[in-house]
């Protein structure tokens, strides 16, 4: 049986507030600074519905952009424009920003780059502007607007343009890339199909044409299949570089005859038997498909805290809710020694310094329904244990970034080097006299602050969440813990960070 492989990931963009109405003319600059304008082509559609986009390049000169209403090309029954409504999508047509010589072609840009980044970005915005199903993402285009699609936009960009499914139809061209590209990944090579159209009599030989669009579909084709995409050339008897009125119908069919994948929904994790599965396989089309989850910042789950209310060595605290194969996280406020957590939970990091409050930490993946966790001290004394369940989080690594502040003082958390999608906990153990007073800076986010107070006690106090990850360590301003005293203490922070499924 045959295998693909395809990453599974949300259908739709989450875009609003793009007018759901025709607009021609409109202005847009992109992040290179080069601006240009689009039409695009929104009535009528049916938003209760998936949503196509169909994005048109121009061959050089523009003349369909500058005749949006002929029927050479986007107008009349059989253009551009109905053959786009006729399957709900929208119609973007782009105008080049490489007006040199007053040529308009996307191809002819001396740096090659700016153009297909011009390009990027305008997509990327509309899919932004719009709820777009991602399966149903078109290009199309025309002479100089194949040749820009297959040797400059896809090598550049193609893995950047967020499509699932979908594919291209260059007419009269589309060579195969200039120079060297971006390599494609396998879900994009599955989910894209390539077609060429082009007129038989398009080989260089016509009157004042010296550009051989036979050659160069059949040399694109190539090229991409080597790549391993689909592709298919399509040669149409007795006709040349001018397609009049066949675009439209040619783009319809092609678009028609690719089923959209009905199997590619968010998946943020999967288990089995309560263990992380990494890959799975699922039918699509009747083809056995690899697919894989998509990574997702790890959010906090349910949390419990257990506070002992006099000196003792240890404490149970309960197991918080949650699913088997979650990541459970275990803060400890302790004095003396680090603690000795229950078999089956892993060490991350703790402290060692005298008279100061401290912070152990211990992570294990949950396997079974556990009551509580039972942790062993080394001193009697009033310590605190908090566990949070984690979900969509794998492993955890922590760096302990103050020990043994002073009883007045400022906080240092945070972790040096973390990764994309990981979620940042910090957490701050305290042993004072009185409450601690202090505030996290922005982006943590608190969620727990054990206020009790009680004379040479060591409580875990509060933790703050960042869901985005910590470039360096930040300070959290204005700490304070105790009183002037010599049993006032102090407190100790450490940082956690747990990386995604």
């Known amino acids: 049986m045959t295998t693909r492989t395809m990453s599974v990931v949300p259908a739709n963009t989450t875009g609003s507030g793009g007018a759901l109405t025709d607009v021609t003319g409109v202005n847009y600059t992109a992040s290179n600074g080069y601006s240009s304008k689009y039409h695009l082509y929104a009535a009528g559609l049916d938003w209760s519905k998936p949503v196509g986009l169909l994005v048109h390049l121009h061959g050089d000169g523009a003349f369909e952009y500058n005749n949006p209403t002929s029927s050479w090309m986007l107008g009349g029954a059989n253009g551009m424009i109905a053959q786009a409504k006729a399957r709900n999508m929208i119609l973007l047509v782009p105008l080049t920003p490489d007006d040199a010589v007053n040529r308009f072609t996307w191809w002819a840009w001396y740096g090659k780059e700016e153009n297909p980044r011009y390009a990027r970005d305008l997509i990327a915005y509309i899919l932004g502007r719009y709820k777009i199903d991602r399966k149903q993402i078109w290009l199309s285009g025309y002479s100089g607007g194949s040749q820009f699609i297959t040797r400059y936009l896809l090598p550049h960009f193609g893995v950047d343009l967020g499509i699932v499914g979908g594919g291209f139809i260059c007419f009269a061209g589309g060579q195969a890339p200039a120079s060297t590209f971006?390599?494609?990944?396998?879900?994009?090579?599955?989910?894209?199909?390539?077609?060429?159209?082009?007129?038989?009599?398009?080989?260089?030989?016509?009157?004042?044409?010296?550009?051989?669009?036979?050659?160069?579909?059949?040399?694109?084709?190539?090229?991409?299949?080597?790549?391993?995409?689909a592709t298919e050339v399509t040669q149409l008897t007795g006709l040349g570089?001018?397609?009049?009125?066949?675009?439209?119908?040619?783009?319809?069919?092609?678009?028609?005859?690719?089923?959209?994948?009905?199997?590619?929904?968010?998946?943020?994790?999967?288990?089995?038997?309560?263990?992380?599965?990494?890959e799975a396989r699922m039918m699509i089309d009747g083809v056995l498909t690899r697919v894989y989850p998509e990574l997702s910042i790890p959010t906090v789950g349910a949390t419990t805290v257990t506070v002992a209310s006099t000196?003792?060595?240890?404490?149970?605290?309960?197991?918080?809710?949650?699913?088997?194969?979650?990541?459970?996280?275990?803060?400890?406020?302790?004095?003396?020694?680090?603690?000795?957590?229950p078999s089956g939970w892993t060490y991350l990091s703790g402290m060692s310094a005298d008279n100061w409050g401290r912070v152990a930490a211990f992570t294990r993946i949950r396997t079974s329904s556990e009551v509580s966790a039972q942790v062993t001290f080394s001193q009697a004394k009033r310590h605190a244990v908090r566990i949070i369940s984690i979900t969509d989080g794998r492993s955890a690594i922590a760096e302990t970034r103050t020990s043994g502040g002073a009883a007045s003082s400022v906080g240092v958390i945070g972790i040096t080097t973390p990764s994309p999608k990981n979620l940042v906990i910090a957490a701050v153990g305290w042993r004072s006299l009185a409450s601690p007073t202090f505030t996290w800076p922005s982006p943590w986010s608190e969620i727990a602050k054990d206020t009790?107070?009680?004379?040479?006690?060591?409580?875990?106090?509060?933790l703050g969440v960042a869901t985005r990850a910590e470039g360096v360590p930040v300070t959290i301003p204005d700490f304070t813990v105790g009183a002037s005293s010599a049993t006032a203490g102090g407190y100790g922070t450490t940082s956690i960070a747990i990386s995604p499924i």
């Open 182 to 229: 971006v390599p494609y990944n396998p879900s994009f090579k599955a989910a894209w199909h390539c077609r060429w159209v082009v007129g038989a009599l398009d080989d260089g030989t016509e009157p004042g044409d010296g550009f051989n669009a036979v050659a160069a579909a059949n040399a694109g084709a190539a090229w991409y299949s080597g790549q391993g995409f």
């Open 241 to 278: 570089h001018d397609l009049n009125g066949l675009y439209g119908p040619h783009t319809g069919a092609e678009i028609d005859s690719r089923p959209v994948p009905p199997t590619l929904a968010k998946v943020t994790g999967l288990r089995y038997n309560g263990q992380i599965v990494k």
């Open 311 to 341: 000196a003792v060595t240890s404490v149970a605290c309960p197991i918080p809710a949650g699913n088997v194969g979650d990541l459970m996280l275990m803060l400890v406020g302790y004095e003396g020694s680090i603690p000795t957590p």
């Open 452 to 462: 009790a107070a009680a004379a040479t006690s060591s409580y875990f106090t509060s």
